[in-house]
């Protein structure tokens, strides 16, 4: 039987709770999650590969169906390697949206076996995003409450 | 074990190669999809439910995993009649997004246990709607190309 | 002095906590808002004028610096006549965005002493409104969470 | 040598000032651009056919290049009896957009020698449109900034 | 009695006549705007810190409710020193909408005794910012017209 | 007589078939369209400018009504410069009209005797987008399907 493997390819730097609402809300549909941390070398990241994976890996211990991971290259071929069919991802706002619908159409065209699979964010979570995490992170702001408690306590700790 | 069953819910008046399109790239994502014609004392239809129904059981009849039905009232509610733990809709366009956004936030409100899973309509159907297609059928425009053929031939002889 | 008069219009056919968000988030912002429900006779209202000024007076009876009332016409006439300067709104995504852009706008081109203020919906009631919350009525479903215990009680009873 | 001639369709109920300043920008592009009136037998207007086909010859008197007609039905079977190869529409705002693209892509999916051209409607024009114009006329707000004299003139009068 | 004070961020770099307008419409529903330059070490702009201040004072000179000033941080903490309850900000088309939209909901989330409020930027200035006026000033094209005189002034002697 | 100079601005890092698209759907409307490759000293390309005029020399060579050129500094002082009356502009989604309808009526608003003329980006090539196209070159992944011939075989050789 096939089974019903997802991608959540980001940078997750930091992981929100908006990514962790994602995962939560369309877990029952997949057998298994592949959390994905894409490495750009172009792209200068805040926080290290590896605390981002070690958030992930506290985060989402209990979750049978959860794998972490991480990679380098195009989404698409990291999906082929790790077998899986399906690209999962949330939208927020019409920004999201124009966004995602671009990149779907153009994974489809070069790939067409993988399917991208979106779900809503939840309207509560639709203002988190991990650029103003770290801008409230920077700046002493308040941010508990838009992250897991492991990222908080290592965040503050830097 | 809990199957994956997902309500696709509409007017399918008529039904679009658009709609096939989205039931076709999801398919393989559920173990079940009911497609559910929506019956609304208060809107007027251009083809009547038999005809709307006549074709879904056409188009789909070699499905193994496809439902076809009709209801009216609360989609979530019905939703919970059928056992279907989520809803299927395809994206086009902002305005459909604004719209969907909307509405599956009321419903995860009315109904937490309910699941909205997205997939954008393929680009070269992103124009199809089946409000323009009445508008061709009415005028004698050309259509064929917007709809499976058996609503082609049945609709040419109205 | 110049008094700070906001005009909130609106058919709240009912009114929901969305509305009463704006209302308490803006409240501090003016002397006085007028909730003015907006009548027109080319429209058809689901709830009577009565209840839904009935529904006004029970929730705001404890503000001092609310007066609720109705009108028929244009907005800004009746701003004019009620010396209120300014037209409050809320925005809850694009396509309020682009409309009351333009009647904003257009409420400017006609009247320029009349400004109009907007504050954003909170996200979390982002996803209300009286159609959604109409439909929920009418075919029994749960909406408690999206009104106040007025428009429950009074709308369970019809 | 093949003319340029360009439809430029619409319900013109009544013409605004916005519909001029788009005609005005374009005419130089093309060898003739032909309004025409959709009749739709199922929308009710609120100004005559007469009355919109009046107004539009007594403002486009001077211009040779400019032909004024109506016409029923598909508005690509239009363009093929009239000889237009494009049609012209303006662009005010994201709900405009999302609509014209959809409607383009059908147009040129059902006959492809046809091109929709847009251009902007000029930033201070894009809060104009026919249906708040029809608004302050039926309540008698100013509208004298929003409509060519001549509208302005036997709207008054009704 | 509580004073209304809104904070006024952004970067002013440089002002142009969109912010000017922004403020002269909001001004009667305040007591103070303060008006302030946003400092962020990571960002490199045209105009020194130094010349935009110089700016504002020489524009606002005249309005006894108008504060100038500069600040480092979260604009919330900023505002909080500066006891100011509102921000103010203006919208111009559907990107800043979403921009917008998720900026406030994030302020009020760490510091919800905040509150911001919107004007639509009027039509005729929805086309104005800062970045394409710089690009104007590099390239000598023509911005009197978007930009108050003392910019004027000064750009054109760098 | 007056002509129709269209000029078609943009980077073409690299050209890809949605360009081409644009300019195959508009080229009847106009006498002659010039494609200007913007030359901007503060952004970096992936192509160097010979091998893009290459390309488009190469792949325009059989039109007639296409001349092939680059510049620098403002959109519209090249049009004066090169008697061009037209701006030509393809529209893909609300994020580039939001962005186009800035431009336009900037450059309006800069030289009013230049209008941008925009035609939509055929659905099929919606998604279709340079910065996609190098990404796809520079993680080895299918691209032949998104450029002209002549730019996959030069850059696979890169």
């Given at each position: 039987?096939?089974?019903h493997?997802?991608?959540?390819p980001?940078?997750?730097?930091?992981?929100t709770?908006?990514h962790?609402d994602i995962?939560?809300?369309?877990i029952?549909l997949f057998?298994k999650?592949i959390?994905?941390v894409?490495?750009?070398?172009?792209?200068?990241?805040?926080?290290t590969?590896?605390m981002?994976l070690?958030?992930?890996?506290?985060?989402?211990?209990?979750?049978e169906?959860?794998?972490?991971?991480?990679?380098?290259?195009?989404?698409?071929?990291?999906?082929k390697?790790?077998?899986a069919?399906f690209i999962l991802?949330?939208?927020?706002n019409t920004i999201?949206?124009?966004?995602e619908?671009?990149?779907?159409?153009?994974n489809?065209?070069v790939?067409?076996?993988i399917?991208?699979i979106?779900?809503?964010t939840?309207p509560?979570?639709?203002?988190?995003?991990s650029t103003?995490?770290?801008?409230?992170?920077?700046?002493?702001g308040?941010f508990?409450?838009l992250?897991?408690?492991?990222v908080m306590?290592?965040?503050?700790?830097q």
């Open positions: 039987m096939n089974n493997i997802a991608l959540f980001g940078s997750f730097d930091p992981i709770i908006g962790i995962i939560n809300r369309s029952d057998d999650i959390i994905a894409g490495v750009n070398a172009q792209k200068k990241n805040y926080f590969l590896e981002r070690k958030w992930l890996h506290e985060i989402f211990q209990v979750h169906k959860i794998e972490i991971t991480n990679y380098e290259g195009l989404t698409v071929n990291f999906c390697e790790k077998n069919q991802r949330g939208l927020r999201d949206f124009e966004y619908k671009t990149i779907a159409a153009l489809r065209s790939e067409d076996s399917e991208t979106f779900v809503m939840a509560e979570y639709s203002h988190i995003n103003i995490v770290r801008e409230l992170i920077r700046y002493k308040k508990d409450h992250v897991p408690a492991c306590r290592d965040a503050m700790q």
